[in-house]
């Protein structure tokens, strides 16, 4: 940033303004963002691309067969069997849910009921032990919103001495991912914000300080959650409670991020400057473009995802950019200005006194790169050594997906009723393979059908105009386990084979497999258009191609050693039964774009002091200088993702303890020690092909610790 434009923002009359503006925009937000949750789409449809062929079958059976139906089970388990007055209750029961509102004209069917109609259905298991009753509901749209207390009506009517009731089927498990996210924004940024207040009082070491960088963070995460409602609403920006999760963490870590390397260098040109004012003007000048670069390479790496097939994916990076480009825009705005405000009194007890010397000279990280400068060939090769080894864990990382079951870190009571089935040979009828095909060839395509492993009872077919028809077929396991993407993968291949059917296969399992399909596709595109617009950004920065080549092997092999670790502490440690397919593009994008930032937060300070100390002399100072913000900033974000671990679903669980720990890597590891060695080895060839270093000045004694007086003060 320009030095007179950050003199202007911070000016004696200007600040009032800006602070003004922020005031009112925090204001005029606060309404619209509480409304970001009623815009939400967490319907499965909507995660999946319009080429899929479940999303085809859904289109054209939308006038048929209503997408918003949830089938759903009432299942009741009574240990040594269930008595005839059990099932006469069930009867009266079923009599009751079916006045309930969202209840479809199709009424509950029970165990009596299908044994008078003659339905070639099983409701009872053999053993007597288990039985359930069959309903659908329908909300339309609203159905995310409207089951929970649905399944609560249930739950009070279907009361019963001596039975177990659970709710399962896609009711129940929409009922229990709605309990799932309940309550998530407030808990998650409280458990955040608490988090960052700990961590800031540590760092700061003041009692008041931290409050300016949580109050722009609340300020930027309430104005971005305005704008994305407004384009939510109004744009067709598709928001789901996973995006808005992620949202509040990122807002919070990157803000914060950002707040400690501005007072950080805010805190060191106090020391040069008597009048706080001309302090802000310089601290901007200087660390504004590694913010606005940080910031620039997150955002962009993030907008790669709306290549993603998958519209939950490609939704969330629109999303997230928002979010980070408003946490900027913030940053550099809103904290200068009430950092100017305040003064230097809000850094007691320590104040930085006008003339006073530099503690970051004489610190931690200054006497780590002198220890590094003694043999840093060898401490690379060692350090890239074991983050090599840490990679080898990706072989036991499995991404095949998880079923209802694994899906949450607790046992919800549609995992228990779906347990019961299973245990008692019961198939879960809600879980279907919709099939339609030409009216003239259905039967071929039912017989077809018939011969894949699996699929059970078919529904005689159904006309649904335009010379089509549909049926269904059970799968007798979980809708989203592996088992059911086995049952359902080769049916779409039978299907088409039978000549002039245009047949297609869809139905709940074939959306989860679609799914799994379109997040390896999205795998194999997104991630290398991330690397290279990150490596294009960081050439633009650094103005050098060997620098820029470098810091994205060491983000890399920073992501590989957090994912290989990762795996191993999911299947040894937490038990987790796998992942979620997406669940390595998603770890992959936010390590790139937010691990690159601390690299840019070092290099660009790299940069800076090469002019004057050369490139070796100039690693040291910048580590000495920014090590223990840039460590502040990785403990603020690794701990804000861990934060996910809170709620009980495991593809949040495992995408907050993988990002936290390769931020911690990048931090800890990658930027104090790996990129440090590599910058003091390889001097100003980093620069290549930039002249900013040719004479590629040496240390004149590696193990002197005079290097830190270059340190400037």
């Known amino acids: ?29 606060m309404g619209l963002n509480a409304k970001l949750a009623d815009v939400q789409n967490n319907e499965a449809s909507s995660w999946l691309p319009s080429s899929a062929e479940a999303t085809k079958v859904a289109d054209e059976l939308s006038s048929t067969v209503d997408p918003n139906d949830i089938p759903t089970l009432v299942v009741y388990y009574r240990s040594g069997g269930l008595t005839a007055d059990d099932l006469a209750a069930m009867d009266e029961q079923a009599v009751e849910m079916a006045t309930l509102d969202g209840v479809t004209d199709t009424g509950v069917l029970t165990p009596n009921v299908a044994a008078e109609q003659g339905l070639p259905v099983q409701l009872t298991s053999d053993d007597g032990e288990v039985a359930y009753s069959y309903l659908t509901f329908n909300f339309g749209k609203n159905g995310w919103n409207d089951i929970p207390d649905a399944a609560d ?27 799932a996210f309940e309550g998530i924004d407030g808990t998650l940024l409280g458990a955040t914000l608490l988090v960052v207040i700990v961590i800031l009082l540590f760092t700061y070491r003041s009692p008041v300080l931290w409050i300016l960088p949580i109050f722009s963070a609340v300020v930027a995460l309430t104005v971005a959650g305005a704008v994305i409602y407004l384009l939510a609403k109004h744009a067709g920006l598709t928001v789901n409670g996973q995006s808005q999760a992620i949202l509040s963490i990122l807002v919070i870590g990157a803000g914060t991020d950002y707040a400690l390397l501005l007072t950080a260098r805010y805190r060191e040109e106090l020391r040069r400057h008597e009048d706080r004012h001309e302090a802000m003007s310089f601290a901007l000048h200087r660390a504004a473009p590694a913010v606005l670069a940080s910031a620039a390479t997150v955002v962009v790496g993030l907008l790669c995802l709306v290549f993603a097939e998958l519209n939950s994916t490609a939704g969330l990076g629109p999303v997230l950019a928002i979010g980070v480009s408003v946490t900027f825009l913030v940053m550099v705005t809103l904290l200068p200005a009430l950092l100017v405000i305040f003064g230097r009194w809000l850094f007691w007890p320590r104040r930085p006194a006008f003339g006073s010397t530099e503690p970051t000279s004489t610190g931690l990280w200054a006497r780590v790169g002198n220890r590094i400068s003694v043999r840093p060939r060898a401490v690379w090769a060692v350090t890239a050594s074991v983050l090599l080894v840490a990679c080898l864990g990706l072989f036991r990382l ?42 003239a060839s259905v039967a071929d395509v039912q017989a077809a059908l018939a011969d894949v492993s699996g699929l059970g009872q078919q529904t005689p077919p159904q006309e649904i105009g335009d010379g089509r028809s549909y049926f269904e077929a059970t799968i007798d396991a979980d809708i989203s386990s592996t088992a059911a993407f086995d049952i359902v993968d080769p049916a779409p291949g039978a299907a088409h084979d039978v000549g002039g059917a245009d047949a297609q296969v869809g139905g709940g399992a074939a959306f989860y497999l679609d799914t799994k399909t379109a997040s390896n596709r999205d795998n194999a595109v997104i991630m290398p258009l991330v690397l290279l617009v990150v490596f294009l950004i960081l050439i633009l920065l650094l103005r050098a191609l060997v620098a820029p080549l470098i810091l ?60 004057d100390h050369g490139t070796r002399r100039g690693s040291l100072v910048a580590l000495a200088s920014t090590g223990g913000v840039i460590t502040s900033a990785g403990l603020v974000l690794a701990a804000t993702f861990l934060v996910l671990g809170s709620i009980p679903f495991v593809f949040l669980a495992e995408l907050g303890v993988a990002v936290a720990l390769g931020i911690l890597l990048d931090t800890m590891i990658v930027r104090s020690v790996l990129v440090t060695a590599l910058n003091l080895d390889l001097g100003g060839r980093i620069w290549w092909p930039s002249s900013l270093d040719t004479a590629d000045r040496p240390l004149p004694d590696a193990t002197s610790d005079d290097t830190r007086d270059s340190v400037p003060v």
């Open 1 to 29: 940033m320009h030095r007179q434009i950050a003199g202007r923002l911070t000016g004696r009359t200007t600040k009032w303004i800006v602070l003004a503006f922020w005031v009112l925009s925090f204001a005029g937000s």
């Open 153 to 179: 009506e249930i739950r009070d009517i279907t009361r019963t001495d001596g039975v177990t009731v659970h709710l399962a089927g896609f009711g129940g498990q929409a009922a229990d991912a709605a309990e």
């Open 398 to 439: 499995d991404t095949s997906g998880l079923s209802t079951e694994d899906t949450y870190t607790k046992e919800f009571d549609s995992i228990k009723g779906q347990k019961l089935l299973v245990e008692h040979d019961l198939a879960d009828n809600s879980n279907t393979a919709q099939v339609v095909a030409s009216t």
């Open 552 to 611: 994205m092997a060491t983000v890399v092999l920073s992501f590989g050693a957090a994912l290989g670790i990762s795996a191993l502490l999911f299947e040894y440690v937490f038990g987790f039964a796998g992942s979620d397919p997406g669940f390595p593009l998603f770890v992959f994008v936010f390590l790139v774009a937010l691990g690159v930032d601390y690299n840019i937060f070092l290099m660009t300070r790299v940069r800076e002091e090469t002019a």
